[in-house]
């Protein structure tokens, strides 16, 4: 009778809603009550490279899952060059400086209109991971060096392919910041440092987005491979964070198959050729590994696969001119303009002749190497589309090297002739396909020599130049002076070009702002000294100082600091109010901030909310990102900005109570145009209502009773007994010898005061003091 209901409801409703009608943990568990061991154990791995079994007896369907995370890469088994032709949209890194959430959302629609199209059920990304580094080989496929930026981007794209029915697998969980031995290095990140930075993008979009699948890395943490980490799979990610997906290997991440079942592992890709599959029942039938929590697993998996199935939309077609369109309209959003002297760009109308120098102009660069690489259903080039919108001005082109990079001096000649024939020079420079891939890791910040050497020369032929940069990750600029403007088009995807000639000719006023720190030198950068680690140890010694935390601890001046970028317009930061400057950690706090367009164009900015703490129990960075918001606004045109905070934008995470606290005491609220500008200020100060709970042990630290709740007659019960004497310290000379006895003994342990006090303070007196102070 259910069955006849629920297929009625399935007629009358889309597939989607109907999909969400249904309760698939249910359906699978009494799917998995009628397997056989071996059935069981068949749905714990794929079929083929990117399909998952079926049973037929059972009316279990197989998925397809394919990536990528900015365009739908559905090949036959590893043959990526013949993928069918998808919109490529920009890649993670410019998506993210777009720090616009409503278009990872629209963009992650149309990336799922088009999955619907190739009866593709998951889509793999989108990768969360943070640019520990500068050189980090997929830096292009991830988001930022800011969780809370890579959050929120990712909450957004997911939840924008997952209200169309089709899943995503957000990865590379956890920890997974270099590519080189990526297999096996371990990452050595300590707790406090994966909570507040290698996890929170991933908590963010699990809370706030549930992906059906979550992709676990290929490397170790902390020694454990990640694929067998029953910390990382099943306390954090399920237990804590309540993750109600599967997790799904990274394409040979598999180690031991079946200690992987018992962390919380559910599906195993690609194909395994059954011998995994043998191994899980051989651990079942041993007993090494218990049917219940095979049962579960394959639970999580089926749940999954039954959801994506029904949620197949038949007959979809894609629109690809309007996809097209979407790319270009994201692409323009990310573009960064990072210098604009004597506000050469816009474009002038009345510029008659423009040289375009760099091959990049007619060939660009647009997407990164490796299993994210679309085959674009067309490609636009600035040039072109630059000729289209500036009809009056004349264009010369001049390739300047080639597609490695390297250059020649004919080469050379003519683009200097070039450039001193017109009245402006655009120059196309960046990185080469070669230069950014998974699997391997960059080794310089150094764009190719052949693109520094065409800047530097044409740059001393004509006074006004401006630079496109194409390029994944960040770069170092040794001519970032002797050049007008720079724009940071990233990889902007089949569109981009297209995208680069609205930005140069304003028709779209640049909003980007920089996702990551542009450094002035490698030197400079947090991972100097040991990145990649080679050893196969990467030790994240560097803590919770990555990115502008970094950088503004150590007071280093980037060549472009994190949330950095210009628009055509001017912006007016003013009025931060808060509804109170005295709250309990358990109080939402809002801030508001007017925010004025005090220029001539329409423009779009983004508004950023960073926090400092005044006095800080640990070593914190100077401010952290908590909120940021995109507005619109009109020639003088001016709009309230509000933000609610919470506890968790002033705590840190303690490694005693292994929970964010706050510690009592003062905060700052800045809010401004970048990590470096940050004109508004609020200082709040919060009252914690959860003290952490010490627990006092005979090596507690002698400052640490201090702390004690009852800490005055505690303090004086410790120092009576070490001195034998219960006379209070009075004469200057007293006084004197008591700071000197408390900061002599500050950080030693209590249990020393034993040896040390001559057998005044006893076994006894500790006891006495232990039971005082745990008491409370
Ligand atoms: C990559 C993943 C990708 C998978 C499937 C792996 O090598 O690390 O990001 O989704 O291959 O192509």
Known sequence: MKKIILLLIGLTLSSQSYAQSVDYREKAAKLVAKMTLEEKASLCSGETAWSTKAIARLGIPSIFMTDGPHGLRKAEGFDFTNSVPATCFPTASALASSWNPALAQKMGEALAVESQANDVQILLGPGVNMKRSPLGGRNFEYFSEDPILAGTIA????????????GT????????????????????????????????????AVKNAQPWTVMCSYNRLNGVYASESPYLLNDVLKKQ?????????????????????????????????????????????????????LNEIVIDVLAVTLKAKDSHKKGIVVDKIKHNELARQVSSECIVLLKNDN??????????????????????????????QVR??????????????????????????????????????????????????????????????EGYDRNNL???????????????????????????????????????????????GQAGGGAIADVLTGKVNPSGKLSETFPARLEDTPTAMDFPSR?????????????????????????????????????????????TTSAKDSDEITIAVKVKNTGKVAGKEVVQLYVHEQESEVARPENELKHFEKVSLLPGEEKTVSFKLTSR??????????????????????????????????????????????VFTRESLFKEFKKAPNSVAIYAQIVQSFTGSTKKAETEDEKKAAAFFEAMLADMPINKFMLLSGGKFTEESLEAILKAVNQN
């Open 155 to 166: 909450t957004a794209y997911i939840n924008g392919v997952q209200s169309q029915g089709v």
């Open 649 to 694: 934008d002033f705590a840190y995470y303690n490694t005693k109570s292994h929970d964010w606290v706050i510690k009592s005491g003062k905060f700052d609220v800045l809010v401004g145009s970048s990590s470096r500008n940050l004109p508004l200020k609020q200082t709040i100060d919060i009252q914690s209502t959860k003290p952490v709970k010490v």
């Open 169 to 204: 697998s957000m990865k590379h969980f956890a920890a997974n910041s270099q590519e080189t031995e990526r297999m096996s290095n371990s990452s050595n990140v300590d707790e406090r440092t994966l909570n507040e930075i290698y996890f929170p993008a991933f908590e963010m």
């Open 446 to 492: 150094d764009m190719p020599a052949g693109h520094n050497k065409l800047i530097a020369e044409v740059a001393k032929a004509n006074a006004n130049i401006v630079v496109v940069l194409m390029n994944g990750a960040a770069v170092s600029m040794p001519w970032k002076n002797d050049v007008t403007a720079i724009v940071e088009a990233y990889l902007g």
């Open 535 to 579: 050893d196969g140890n990467a030790i994240y010694g560097e803590g919770v100082f990555i990115g502008y935390r970094y950088y503004d601890k150590k007071k280093i001046e980037p060549n472009f600091p994190f949330g950095y970028g210009l628009s055509y317009t001017t912006f007016d930061y003013s009025d931060i109010t808060a509804n």
């Open 376 to 437: 674009p259903t067309q490609i636009l080039n600035a040039l072109t589309e630059l000729q289209k919108l500036a009809k009056g001005t004349q264009f010369s082109f001049s390739t300047g090297y080639n597609t490695a990079g390297e250059t020649n001096d004919a080469q050379i000649a003519e683009a200097v002739q070039n450039a001193k024939n017109a009245e402006l020079v655009i120059v196309f420079a960046g990185l080469p396909d070669s230069y950014e891939s």
């Open 343 to 372: 506000a050469i760009l816009p474009l002038k109308s009345s510029l008659k002749k423009i040289a375009i120098v760099g091959d990049f102009g007619k060939n660009p660069r647009y997407q990164g190497a490796g299993s994210s």
């Open 241 to 293: 964070w309540g993750f109600k997906g599967f997790v799904v290997s990274d394409w040979g991440a598999v180690n031991e198959r079946a200690a992987g079942v018992d962390a919380g592992l559910g599906l195993e890709m690609p194909a395994s050729g059954g011998f995994n599959d043998k191994k899980i029942v051989d651990a079942v039938k041993k007993g090494t590994l218990s049917e219940a929590r």
